[in-house]
């Protein structure tokens, strides 16, 4: 796969990432059964080049599904396991004395990867969870005022349990509006456990799984998400969706430029995905949810009455009438 000289693409290149992108989930599925709209929910936020945070109970396969999309993809893996004592250092890397030639030598931390998985992110400190935002805002670590670039693509997957709150620390809304998406694996149903139980039956099964792309590839195309065509219309209806945030009487905090950016990231790497070279309504109503609810702070009493921020989301797209112009 080659990118264009032009930076716009063309449909015989959306076909080629298309076919890419499918040949990854199917990959994926081999290891996470029955749920295909997470993993391409998972694959959408590497191709648009953000951060992804899961949100689940424990063993319903979110490290499963970070692990299947590293060697997918020929990228690195590193995990952290977020813990109460955990300091910064232990993620970004520290700078130690070097005997031999008298000076302080740089050992990068598990941070430097491809794909790092930081489990549990919410039971770390602040301090320790901010040490993630300079290098999910801008691809770099500073330690000791020295700025050490971090691997392309680099892509941050967290998780969190929603039900277990002891002991942890909530993301503050600086953090959340970080990670590009939010998703949620959820159970499996009846069928797609079964075949889980009859695949686990001998170990070692993600150890079998094969690459499918390579970084280069990953790579060209990221860069080719940013050129599949928007149009002006539906640019207009972007502003339109943040502006119903800001001003919706449940929210309290509205969606920021950054998510507006992210929602039109996402639209495009959606569209590229189903082999298309432009942006549909349709792309950003199926991408709205994970790109928005997070970044949404409701207000008490709308908590109270049992809102929730997706359905805020919901009401106010169903609410905005959409452009008659797709292309």
């Known amino acids: ?8 693409m ?3 290149h959306a076909a080629r990432f298309a076919a890419a992108f499918s040949a990854v989930c199917d990959n994926i599925e081999k290891v996470v059964r029955g749920k295909r709209q997470v993993i391409e929910q998972a694959l959408l936020c590497l191709m648009a080049g953000g951060h992804l945070l899961v949100e689940d109970i ?16 020929g990228a690195n893996l590193g995990r952290v396991q977020f813990t109460p004592d955990l300091l910064p250092a232990d993620v970004t890397g520290v700078s130690v004395w070097n005997r031999q030639d008298s000076s302080f030598e740089f050992r990068p931390g598990p941070i430097f990867t491809g794909l790092l998985l930081a489990d549990e992110i919410n039971r770390a400190s602040p301090k320790t969870q901010s040490a993630l935002l300079e290098a999910m805002a801008e691809s770099q670590v500073t330690v000791d005022g020295i700025t050490h670039p971090l691997p392309e693509p680099f892509m941050v997957m967290a998780t969190q349990n929603p039900i277990e709150q002891e002991g942890t620390y909530p993301l503050p809304e600086s953090q959340l509006d970080r990670f590009l998406m939010r998703i949620s694996v959820g159970y499996p149903d009846r069928e797609d ?4 139980l009859h695949a686990h039956e001998s170990d070692g099964l993600i150890n079998q799984l094969g690459s499918v792309l390579s970084i280069d590839d990953v790579k060209t195309m990221t860069k080719l998400v940013t050129g599949v065509h928007l149009a002006p219309e539906l640019r207009a209806y972007l502003i339109d969706v943040a502006e119903a945030t800001r001003r919706h009487p449940a929210i309290s905090l509205g969606m920021s430029p ?3 950016l992210s929602l039109q990231r996402v639209s ?3 569209a590229a995905s189903k082999g298309r070279p432009y942006v549909s309504d349709d792309d ?3 991408v709205a ?12 009493e709308a908590q109270l009455q049992g809102t929730t921020s997706d359905a805020v989301v919901g009401d106010i797209l169903q609410s905005i009438p959409v452009p008659y112009d797709r292309v």
């Not at 456990?193 to 889980?196: D, K």
């Not at 949810?289 to 008490?300: E, G």
């Open 58 to 73: 424990p063993g319903v396969g979110k490290t499963t599904l970070a692990k299947a999309l590293a060697t997918s993809v």
């Open 289 to 300: 949810a994970f790109v928005i609810s997070h970044r949404l702070l409701l207000r008490p």
């Open 1 to 8: 796969m080659t990118a264009t000289q032009t930076g716009t």
């Open 284 to 286: 950003i109503k199926a």
């Open 193 to 196: 456990e079964l075949a889980i």
């Open 10 to 12: 063309e449909e015989e």
């Open 258 to 260: 950054r998510a507006t």
């Open 268 to 270: 495009r790497a959606r």
